[in-house]
């Protein structure tokens, strides 16, 4: 049997071994990500707690919320809550030395503020003053060169890191609702803030496919990994930031 010339070979073996590399790659990604969770059955159960609270009672207030409530007042409380983080944003970028974002962000919240009628309007936006990745605490200590740690999956809160996690108590000193002496407005506006969260995610419940768990782990470790980097990592999962 006469074989083929090595140059017909060539392109074949170029292709296998790019295969390869991208399996190994592929291989290596899961297992740090097993290594980082190594919290796994304990996850699971909290995770699968989560599961029904979301299934019995947020899932379904979510989705009448969307159904009743006119597009345009939608809209418009998502602009609120989003235009206050803008807040955590500046406190954030300030402490990462990202002085320049800080401006951006600053920006939005002023002109939004203002013009945008308490941020119901993202005026901001349509001056050309683009809504950023955002930035936490988490992503500060990160800066600063604190590990993410292992994987958490918390009560209620969702997927976090041992170094996330806390994290969200310091960003919360940031938030000007925690500061409203009214206890029953002060509730009722983080319920809504975590309903209009919810309501941005039904879209992505019927993406979702596979083990549950992990997809929401994958897309959050990832996710997170690609804002401490400002970016400099390809990330796959831009649309599922909220988990």
Do not use: C
Not at 47 to 58: G, I, Q
Not at 121 to 150: H, M, N, Y
Not at 195 to 201: A, E, I, N, S
Not at 216 to 229: A, G, K, P, T
């Amino acid at each position: 049997m006469k074989l083929p010339p090595t140059t017909a070979l060539r392109p074949l073996f170029v292709k296998l071994l790019a295969i390869l590399s991208l399996s190994l790659s592929s291989a290596s990604l899961a297992q740090a990500d097993k290594d980082k969770d190594r919290l796994e059955a304990l996850n699971r159960d909290i995770f699968y707690v989560n599961e029904r609270l979301d299934h019995y009672a947020l899932r379904p207030v979510a989705v009448a919320y969307t159904n009743l409530m006119p597009d345009p007042l939608e809209k418009g409380i998502g602009n609120f809550f989003s235009n206050l983080n803008e807040i955590t944003n500046v406190v954030n970028d300030l402490l990462q030395g990202k002085f320049k974002q800080a401006g951006h962000d600053g920006s939005r919240f002023l002109i939004n503020s203002t013009i945008g009628v308490a941020g119901l309007f993202d005026v901001a936006q349509r001056a050309g003053i683009s809504k950023s990745e955002g930035e936490d605490f988490g992503q500060t200590l990160a800066v600063w060169g604190v590990g993410e740690g292992p994987y958490l999956m918390l009560p209620l809160y969702g997927p976090s890191t041992l170094r996330d996690a806390p994290s969200k108590i310091i960003d919360s000193f940031t938030n000007p609702l925690a500061y409203s002496d009214d206890v029953r407005f002060r509730n009722s506006a983080r319920a809504l803030d975590l309903l209009t969260t919810r309501v941005d995610l039904l879209e992505i419940d019927e993406i979702i496919s596979g083990d549950k768990y992990l997809f929401i782990r994958d897309v959050y470790l990832q996710r997170s990994r690609y804002l401490v980097n400002d970016g400099a990592i390809e990330d796959d999962f831009g649309d599922f930031e909220d988990y």
